[in-house]
């Protein structure tokens, strides 16, 4: 974000300038995402970056998802400069860098459909009542090669959860992947092999949820480059494969004081497992509002396909202590302050990070508001549950399909106020296009059922 007056900006900017020059960069990406969370950039030179700091870079915003109509298009990038980085991949003689932006009208304002900036809008509502959001998702994703022959693309290894083979091409690929992160500054803490096969799963370090977005959508550029250049592909996809586990984004969440020195979701609390009643309200507040956030943090078709009980991806909106199968869970901090929190378990990776950290923040807030009772945790398997059993706790089901959680959402006032007027009606328009064009789809499963029976 552009801030001329503040010395600190002022001071980001000449260093930014000095390693450009230090290291004969000639180009600079300027990136952003679209209402999908799609990255998005255009390089300019170098020659340029410093005006461009000061004064924008213009670009059509009509040919980006869920940005301007063609009528009012002109949209203005203007560079955050603590996000340079370098670009590892590149070869020192063709350095060349990047540069997340934030999106700006021709009237000099914030554009309000912005990701990033309807994120920051949401955090400074937090800020304001005294808290630091603070949150880390743990990003699944298959590595897949393409068929020679022309059919689907397949994993490209055998193994399983935590599996170690000698000379396995995934535990070379997460490296690389990881070596890449660190080279962006993003702290990698866990790299692993997943449950199905070709699925993997690298974890970073928890921040501040801006900067926890940013790093979100530059380890999934990473996953992207380092399978491309070895000819395989890395895909987000919730559930590429039938009858086996698909890729979620669990993300942890907490909130400190304003300072950041103190963990606002512990207390000295035995009974309540050292949460705060403040986590709990947090906590109560997604669990009112999972439904009609659900479309958000699940934004295609496809990931529906995941959110079906048996393969470890929630479905059902309850919570609990260490439990799995609930929405959210609590995981077993040991009494640590720093590290109590809650893991809400539906988001996939498909989706944008900026958005769904938004909305998470936004239910969590009206549930401290409002002071909502999460209820009693779940600790009882809820998969195992029939029909009565959930009824009678009072534990219902989270959409399942797009359309229904499309539906959720447009009757949700928080998540329009959240989302902006903007975002919330090209989200709702794009969303039921693509609902559309999923839904008049023949499949061949239903060729090879029908066909000969009907």
């Not at 998005?40 to 340029?48: D, P």
């Not at 914030?110 to 994120?119: Q, S, W």
């Not at 559930?239 to 963990?263: A, R, V, Y």
């Not at 508001?369 to 999460?374: A, C, Q, S, T």
């Amino acid at each position: 974000m552009k801030d001329f007056k503040n010395p600190a900006w002022k001071e980001q900017v000449t260093n930014v300038i000095q390693k450009i020059q230090e290291n004969d960069i000639k180009f600079v990406r300027l990136q952003f995402t679209d209402i999908n969370g799609f990255l998005k950039n255009l390089a300019v030179s170098s020659k340029t970056i410093e005006s461009i700091f000061e004064n924008g870079q213009s670009f059509d915003g009509s040919s980006i998802t869920g940005y301007r109509p063609v009528e009012e298009s002109d949209m203005i990038l203007y560079p955050d400069p603590s996000t340079f980085a370098t670009l590892p991949w590149r070869p020192k003689e063709r350095a060349s860098a990047r540069l997340i932006c934030d999106v700006y009208t021709p009237q000099n304002t914030r554009f309000e459909g912005d990701p990033r900036y309807i994120l920051e809008r949401t955090i400074k509502k937090a800020t304001k009542e005294g808290y630091t959001f603070i949150c880390a998702p743990e990003l699944e994703f298959f590595i897949v090669k393409e068929s020679e022959t022309g059919g689907l693309p397949t994993p490209i290894d055998l193994a399983g959860y935590f599996d170690a083979h000698p000379g396995d091409i995934t535990d070379d690929l997460r490296r690389e992947i990881a070596d890449y992160a660190e080279a962006f500054g993003i702290n990698i803490e866990i790299s692993h092999h997943e449950v199905a096969l070709g699925q993997n799963e690298i974890d970073f370090k928890y921040g501040e949820a801006l900067e926890t977005a940013d790093r979100a959508i530059t380890l999934k550029m990473c996953g992207k480059v380092v399978a491309a250049r070895n000819g395989y592909i890395t895909t987000y996809m919730p559930k590429p494969f039938q009858d086996i586990n698909g890729s979620g984004m669990h993300i942890h969440q907490s909130l400190w004081n304003k300072e950041n020195t103190q963990n606002l979701f512990y207390a000295e609390d035995t009974k309540n497992g050292y949460l705060s009643e403040l986590a709990r309200n947090y906590i109560g507040g997604q669990l009112v509002h999972g439904r009609k956030m659900t479309a958000i943090l699940n934004s295609w078709p496809n990931s529906y396909k995941r959110l079906v009980p048996g393969y470890e991806a929630p479905v059902y909106i309850a919570w609990a202590h260490k439990n799995r199968s609930p929405l959210i869970r609590v995981p077993n901090f040991g009494g640590r302050k720093t590290a109590a929190r809650c893991e809400i378990r539906c988001p996939d990776g498909a989706g944008n990070p900026y958005l769904q950290f938004a909305v998470l923040l936004a239910a969590g807030l009206d549930g401290i508001k409002n002071k909502i009772d999460p209820g009693n945790p779940v600790e009882l398997n809820v998969y195992h549950m029939s029909y009565e059993e959930r009824k009678q706790r009072g534990i219902i089901s989270l959409p399942e399909n797009l359309k229904e959680a499309l539906d959720e959402l447009e009757t949700s006032e928080l998540m329009r106020e959240t989302l902006g007027e903007v975002t919330f009606e090209n989200f709702l328009h794009e969303k039921h296009r693509e609902w559309d064009l999923y839904r008049t789809q023949v499949t061949e499963w239903e060729v090879n059922r029908y066909i000969k029976r009907l």
